[in-house]
């Protein structure tokens, strides 16, 4: 654990290291410095062994051990595509901010059908279409991902494309206003502010 | 439990079947796709959900594609969308769109 400690070892989670105070440059909002490969695929790995686990579904130590090798054999593969997850923010209550985002974004969804729901059923039809652009502080790729496909699955707004700081969004009922600062306020704001808590 | 597996898995239906005529209805495809990402993914995380009710020891496989539909199928409505977009389509009413206030 010990050479995990030099400064500038951006992802690693210095907060499950020994020493705490050592670590109050670089830890968890600070912008990572060169990231370390094996750090990144020891992340990665992280990631994917639970997808095994749930998907052979038994703790049968066979199964444990391959999938072990097999998850870092696909982190490994997978290197030149790991820096996105230099863009997480390593914090201790970040499990309990991706709950937060993730109750958000279900609730957002389950509206989001009804919303759906209710105009196709109307006889009307009551839509009121535009493309409008959205402005994102989220720097990094991964927070751009995910908050594009949040504001795809929440109430009548579709993204049709990503700019450096800008999501292209079709709004299914524009009535707010289709300037950028209506819009934002209106489709991303709520979203990114949870999403930034654990993203860049 | 088997009754609410099947009001789950009867919920998600209807929103496949809302999600279906939504692509007759709508005008333009951004609207179409725009309600076809948004019922199939609560539609079939619901049948999901259903059917987790039903056979509990299945839940991990289930939770695994629910992930997979989560992450995948918005991404998939966006490249459409995109593309539409890229090929000059421009919505429905919308003469004025490209950020004007």
Redesign the interface.
Known sequence: MGRMHQPGLGIFPVWLGKSRIMNTNTSSVNVPQAAYGWQRILLATAFIYP?W???V?TFDPAELSIGLIIAVLTAWLSKPHLHILDAIKWHPAIALYVLVYVGVFLWA??R??LD??A???SPR?P???????VETHLRSDLGK?LL???I??TP??????VFADRL?I?W?DSTP????THATASIAAQFEYYLSKFIK | MQIIGASLILLGTSFLFLGALGLFRMPDVYNRIQAGTKATTLGSLSVLLGIAVYYPLWWPKLLLIALFILLTSPIASSTLARAAYKTGLRPYRAALDKGEG
């Open positions: 997808v686990l749930l998907m579904g969804l389950l989001s059908n759906v729901a105009r196709v059923l039809l839509i009121n279409p535009a493309i409008v652009e991902l594009a496909n949040c795809t699955l009548g707004t579709l993204t049709v494309d292209q079709h299914i206003g289709r300037d950028m």
